[in-house]
């Protein structure tokens, strides 16, 4: 069976892909069994978008605090699936949060400009900021789009920042992430208008 959504703590999370355009030296997908012990999220085939509105039907929404497009792979791989999709549970409960964690990289991915679209379709978009240096992001997260790939995460951000509530910027703690580096990739992401938030190094 496959994991289309599952729960993790208060949100009930949803996995539409296994791809991605990164190949992160940390990424679960290579390095893990799956997300907070979900099991096995590779899927054996994308779901259909009948398919993931159906899955997301079986959980009680009074329960959770909000929905979260997430991994295994990147979820704006499938962009126009996520958007219906949101919209469907926008439609059903406009009072119901949604989030997006990606690597910002959706620009690049669908050839245009993106973040438009997540207005009023999402509450949050969280990004993988990883680093303040272009060189760094580039060993570490491998994206097939090579040097392109860290300015367009940031255009991303800033675009997305001025057309929703919340743009979040994440970066994993120490001591992956010094206490230095971490006060400059929150300047990168508060000039983005965005905030930073710090990851628990999970070890
Ligand atoms: S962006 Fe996310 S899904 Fe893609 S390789 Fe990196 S950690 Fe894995």
């Not at 929404?61 to 499938?78: A, S």
Request: some cysteine; proline content about 6%; glycine content about 6%.
């Amino acid at each position: 069976m496959m994991n289309i959504t599952y729960n993790v703590r208060q949100a009930v999370y949803v996995n539409l892909t296994n791809r991605c355009p990164c190949a992160c030296t940390f990424c679960l997908r290579s390095n893990g069994p799956g997300v907070h012990g979900s099991g096995s999220l590779w899927l054996d085939r994308e779901p259909r978008l009948d398919e993931v509105i159906a899955d997301l039907g079986k959980w009680d929404y009074r329960t959770y605090r909000e929905v979260v497009f997430c991994g295994y792979g990147e979820p704006t791989e499938r962009l126009d699936t996520m958007l219906a999709v949101a919209a469907h549970l926008k439609k059903q409960d406009p009072a119901l949060r949604i989030r997006v964690n990606t690597n910002g990289l959706s620009d690049l991915i669908n050839g245009r400009r993106t973040a438009p679209l997540f207005a009023n379709a999402v509450d949050c978009v969280s990004i993988s900021l990883n680093t303040d240096d272009p060189a760094e992001y580039l060993a570490v997260c491998r994206p097939r789009f090579g040097e392109a790939a860290y300015p367009a995460m940031l255009a991303f951000a800033r675009e997305a920042a001025a057309v929703l509530p919340e743009v979040v910027m994440t970066v994993v703690g120490e001591p992956v992430t010094s206490l230095a580096k971490q006060a400059r990739c929150k300047a990168v992401a508060e000039s983005l208008g965005a905030r930073l938030r710090v990851r628990p190094y999970e070890g």
